[in-house]
């Protein structure tokens, strides 16, 4: 507890900015001993610092900690085991960070943001919507912003697979922005997600907090997946911030004559890595965790039963590769040449999001692959 209060007097009391913080953790072997510097008027804070230090009041941080616990928020600081292992690497983490919600076991899972336009198209929507959800269902937990258009389309396609999401705020962790957004954030901590913040209860909004937020959604994650992103997109933002950290980013491409794409196009050519299917993202990390593949077919094999084949739409059957599970043989049994996905799901009785599962497990094993529009056929 100690700890947490000495950063919240450092950050919200003092006012360091948290690069300050860092640096002078690292000189003076902590917090408290940066705090006790501070007190004593090191030289080697300025003369501002010294002076506001001064006049810090070390009660305004206690009841920071009571304004959390009204809020149902907990204060995590630097120094405490929970806080993120990949967020302390970064050149200037929160000191503190504000929960709602269960805080990840970040270590043991793959962790991608997915960001792009708040003015977003419907196709930029349902793109967002459609990786997000298939990610979930291999293991992946999205972090996103909780704002209009690609962030909430984001969470909102996590929030149907079975893998928790978290949003980051750009507001104090009792507030929520945009108000719209409301029942989205309750929907992500009714299914054991996070919300994140570096700002406490009851801190007023300033439009220089949503930028400063971006480098905590790239700093939490391997990667950062770009949908639609104008030329001065806040999407290119994150993206360069995760480049700084040296996190991977993708972005998904779009017509050079449609504005929305000018920033993705670009990132692109300044070597992003091209992405047109979540396939791509899931192979690309699953050499370093297993479990996004192995784990969701040890899953099916255990819990699918084998099922009898239908007919496909025009009455031919298709013969199904050795080694499927019982969902993946129903649904290349559904298929009959180039088969949208509402085809399969009428024709094996499956929701769109189990399908659209199997269908990422069956392109990673080159059975079938997608020939857009959502459609597919067998290789």
């Known amino acids: 507890m100690e700890a947490v209060l000495v950063h919240i007097w450092l950050r919200e009391e003092a006012r360091l900015p948290t690069r ?18 501070l007190k004593e008027g090191d030289p080697f804070f300025t003369p501002r610092e010294r002076e506001q230090g001064a006049k ?35 050149y200037d983490p929160p000191a503190v960070l504000y929960l709602r919600g269960t805080m990840p076991q970040w270590e043991e899972m793959p962790v ?18 459609r990786f997000a959800q298939v990610l979930s269902a291999h293991g992946f937990l999205i972090v996103s912003g909780l704002a209009q258009g690609v962030d909430g389309a984001a969470h ?53 907090y949503f930028p400063r937020r971006n480098r905590i959604i790239s700093g939490l994650s391997l990667g950062v997946l770009v949908v639609e992103a104008a030329r001065k997109s806040g999407s290119l933002i994150t993206a360069a911030t995760a ?22 196009n670009q990132l692109i050519r300044s070597g992003a890595i091209l992405c047109t ?3 791509e993202i899931c192979e690309e990390y699953a050499g370093r965790f297993p479990g996004i593949v ?11 039963p084998e099922q009898e084949m239908p007919q496909s739409a025009s009455g031919k059957r298709k013969p199904a590769p050795a080694g499927l599970t019982g969902r993946e043989k129903l649904i290349v049994d559904s298929m009959d040449g180039l088969t949208h996905i509402d085809v399969i799901c009428q ?33």
């Open 112 to 129: 991608l943001a997915i960001v792009g336009k708040r003015k977003a198209s419907p196709l930029g929507l349902e793109t967002a919507r």
């Open 277 to 279: 299917n979540p396939v």
């Open 56 to 90: 810090a009041v070390w009660e305004k941080a206690e009841q920071v900690l009571e304004n959390c616990q009204k809020a149902g928020a907990r204060a995590i600081c630097f120094e405490e085991a929970e806080y993120p292992e990949a967020l302390r690497q970064i």
């Open 20 to 37: 300050r913080i860092r640096e002078a953790r690292e000189r003076f072997g902590g917090a408290l001993g940066a705090c006790r510097a």
């Open 347 to 379: 024709n094996t009785g499956l929701a769109t999001g189990e399908v659209l599962t199997s269908l990422t497990m069956l392109q990673i094993r080159g059975v079938v692959r997608e020939r857009g529009a959502k459609y597919f056929e067998i290789i």
């Open 156 to 208: 909102q396609g996590a929030l149907e697979g079975p893998t928790p999401t978290v949003a980051v705020l750009g507001t104090a962790i009792d507030q929520c922005y945009p108000a719209s957004h409301n029942g989205l954030l309750r929907r992500i901590l009714e299914k054991e997600g996070a919300v994140l913040s570096e700002y406490p209860p009851g801190r007023r909004g300033y439009p220089g």
């Open 243 to 264: 480049l700084e950290q040296e996190r991977d980013v993708f972005a998904v491409p779009g017509s050079i004559d449609r504005p929305e794409y000018e920033g993705s």
């Open 294 to 304: 192995m784990g969701l077919e040890e899953k099916a094999q255990e819990k699918e």
